[in-house]
């Protein structure tokens, strides 16, 4: 016999179990959850490794002499002949050169105030950007005849064009698209190697559906989905100019051209001795 108002021994138990608190299923339940997730099958793992960037070496298929005192900042290749843009406070210029050679056909200076940097074709046209000075300059693909400049918003690195967009960087992890008359932003991505932001983008290409990077003060070149910004794959040029072609104003790795006949990739550096036909050579990811 119990109190009136105290609760039976069987209620008490049938109770201790307070409002909320989880059932014994349902903590089994989460461990279990806990342990799928922490501890992934093989095949997770191995889904998941496939998101890792392919790594490629090179191999040189040809060598061609390049004008040492160029300070590179942007090149394209088209019907035979290399365009290139070199920077420079009162060395900057745009320049027609013979490929095979490395003399310059054709250079137009520009004037000591701008720095020179990335360059691309777009129709019968050649486009230009500037470093900090904002503006692009568009000259006649013929001549070198400058017809027109055109401001944009950030500081000019590297540039190149899809088809349908000129495709500009800033040193930042941002790609940016560009409606190629009136130089205004269609798009931008940002550029991610497995989730982390890729910063120093320089000097730009096109090849094949992908957009080719320099990595500012590096020997690494990125390939970039022009989509999603994603990384597919880093291209190792470490060792590509000889030290014994160095001297001592030799500096960093930067730029890329693709001839398009002939599925040639042609990479120099700023104030090289040589430019280069590479063929890439790919390795397992994360190798040395």
Request: with cysteine; hydrophobic share 35%; aromatic share 10%.
């Amino acid at each position: 016999m119990h109190p009136k108002n105290e609760p039976s021994p069987v209620l008490v138990r049938q109770n201790l179990k307070a409002p909320g608190c989880p059932s014994l299923f349902s903590v089994l339940l989460l461990t279990l959850l806990f342990f799928l997730v922490a501890f992934p099958g093989p095949k997770a793992l191995s889904a998941g490794s496939r998101n890792r960037p392919a790594v490629y070496g090179y191999k040189v298929t040809q060598t061609f002499p390049h004008d040492p005192e160029a300070f590179t900042q942007g090149l394209i290749f088209y019907e035979g002949y290399l365009y290139e843009s070199t920077g420079l406070h009162g060395k900057s210029s745009v320049r027609k050169v013979h490929l095979e050679t490395g003399q310059a056909v054709k250079t137009i200076p520009l004037p000591e105030r701008y720095f020179g940097e990335g360059l691309t074709r777009w129709k019968d046209t050649l486009v230009q950007l500037t470093w900090q000075s904002r503006v692009g300059f568009v000259y006649d693909l013929s001549t070198l005849g400058l017809m027109k400049k055109m401001p944009y918003p950030f500081e000019g690195w590297g540039l190149t064009e899809d088809g349908q967009s000129l495709i500009a960087s800033d040193g930042s992890p941002q790609l940016y698209f560009l409606d190629p008359v009136l130089f205004q932003e269609r798009r931008r991505i940002v550029v991610r190697d497995q989730g982390l932001p890729v910063a120093r983008l320089n000097e730009l290409e096109f090849i094949n559906g992908e957009i080719f990077a320099n990595i500012f003060l590096t020997d690494r070149i990125a390939r970039i989905s022009p989509d999603t910004g994603d990384v597919t794959g880093w291209i190792d040029l470490t060792g590509l100019l000889p030290s014994s072609d160095r001297r001592p104003n030799t500096d960093v790795l930067n730029g890329i051209a693709y001839d398009r006949q002939r599925d040639r990739i042609l990479v120099t550096g700023k104030n090289w001795p040589k430019l280069f036909h590479i063929r890439l050579v790919k390795r397992n990811p994360g190798s040395p």
